[in-house]
């Protein structure tokens, strides 16, 4: 289900994702902001179970404090945890299956598996096939079969309010939301337009009012 939030600024925020609703609570005990930075971790890394991810961390600090009571020491349960994650990792080994990223079909349904628990859910073959398509514009490719897809420097999210969700798209270069300055002069669209890129300010720079000359020599009066 949805949750209206209220965040500090007083803006309302609607979602059903753990990490987004985590990160507005403010909190100071140092457990409770690992648990929600585990979350914050996850969101980014995997970008979907969040929710799932605090839960099972949760039971495990649960079961872990039996121990506890009963004179455990922390490294002792540490340990032990260590050895859980190895027996984990390696049955993972043992059941993951390859995945063509090249296969759309098969793409599209990991997508749409993550997305599906989402308030995008409702969308689900429009905002997956603009993540699919996002990820392949943007995608690095580094040698010997890797590739990088570094979605905070190269994608970014454009929001135009006034139009339906069915009206996103991806584009292939940069976007500027410019509005235009002066109405009636400046034309909307430009076919094959000259662009120049520059790293200084255009504005013209007026010189100081005041100025001091100093003079050391006659002879400097008469250049």
């Known amino acids: ?18 990490n987004a609703i985590l990160r507005e609570i403010d909190i100071a005990h140092p457990a409770a902001k690992s648990m929600i930075e585990l979350s914050r971790t996850q969101d980014e890394e995997v970008g979907d179970g969040t929710t799932s991810v605090i839960v099972l961390a949760g039971e495990m600090l649960h079961v872990a404090e039996a121990f506890i009571d009963k004179h455990y020491h922390p490294t002792v349960i540490c ?3 260590t050895k859980a994650l190895e027996d984990a990792l390696a049955v993972l080994d043992k059941i993951a299956m390859p995945v063509d990223v090249n296969d759309r079909a098969a793409m599209l349904g990991l997508v749409k598996s993550s997305i599906g628990t989402k308030f995008t859910g409702q969308f689900g073959d429009l905002i997956a096939d603009l993540a699919i398509d996002a990820t392949t514009t943007a995608g690095v490719d580094l040698g010997q079969g890797m590739r990088e897809v570094d979605i ?21 270069g940069v976007m500027f939301n410019k509005d235009v300055v002066a109405p009636g002069k400046m034309r909307r ?35």
Not at 1 to 18: Q, W
Not at 155 to 161: L, N, T, W
């Open 152 to 172: 905070k420097k190269y994608i970014k999210v454009e929001k135009v309010p006034g139009g339906q969700l069915e009206d996103s798209r991806v584009l292939k």
């Open 1 to 18: 289900m949805l949750k209206m939030l209220l965040d500090a600024s007083g803006g309302i925020v609607v979602t059903n994702d753990g």
């Open 79 to 81: 340990r032990a945890y």
């Open 189 to 223: 669209k430009i076919v094959n337009p000259r662009i120049i890129l520059l790293d200084c300010p255009v504005e013209y720079k007026k010189g100081e009012n005041q100025t001091n000359a100093e003079l050391m020599k006659e002879e400097d009066w008469f250049c």
